[in-house]
């Protein structure tokens, strides 16, 4: 009987795919994901608006990315979450422009393609790699999760729908009404 080996793809295979490849490595698995939907997109940039004017306004000091940025976890997981967030004091961290360790705050939003991986596998490694707040959001649900990380597990604090408010600890004082999200 033939067995088929499974290969096993690194940090350093990934790192040879051409910039902007829509890959994610997920387990030593190389992920492919097609072009986000209008509403996912329109979901990120109303989130991000509303960060970045917040932390315009505050001078918070901490660094925000939208996707695609890289966050290296180990050797076997290369992910791309949709929005991140590196407080001030662990801003210096980033060295060469590469975020090898958890950020404080990472966002997903669902995608028929990947919303396994997110639910899943992502948050399990979040949780294990230290990240401080995982935030799921439900475009068709229009729910979002926040997940805390609380002696090292996540444990679900809110589930926000709709007529509620977004509101995020890793980056002090924000909050926003859910729904804004959605227009």
Not at 67 to 82: H, K, R
Not at 125 to 142: F, H, N, R
Not at 160 to 182: C, D, H, M, Q, W
């Amino acid at each position: 009987m033939l067995t088929e080996t499974k290969i096993k793809f690194t940090e350093k295979d990934y790192m040879i795919l051409e910039e902007g490849a829509p890959f994610q490595l997920i387990n030593y698995d190389l992920i492919m994901s097609p072009s986000p939907t209008h509403l996912h997109q329109s979901i990120i940039i109303r989130l991000a608006q509303h960060i970045s004017n917040y932390l315009d306004k505050t001078n918070d000091g901490g660094y925000f990315l939208i996707a695609p940025t890289d966050i290296f976890l180990d050797e076997g997981n290369v992910f791309q979450p949709d929005l991140i967030f590196v407080s001030a004091e662990n801003r210096n961290k980033i060295i060469g422009g590469k975020i090898d360790f958890a950020p404080d705050l990472c966002i997903e939003i669902l995608s028929p393609s990947t919303a396994y991986y997110d639910i899943k596998h992502k948050k399990r490694m979040y949780e294990s790699y230290g990240v401080k707040e995982y935030v799921i959001i439900d475009p068709l649900d229009l729910s979002a999760e926040i997940y805390r990380l609380a002696e090292q597990c996540f444990t679900l604090e809110k589930t926000v729908y709709a007529e509620g408010n977004l509101t995020l600890r890793t980056i002090t004082g924000f909050s926003v009404p859910f729904e804004k999200l959605f227009l």
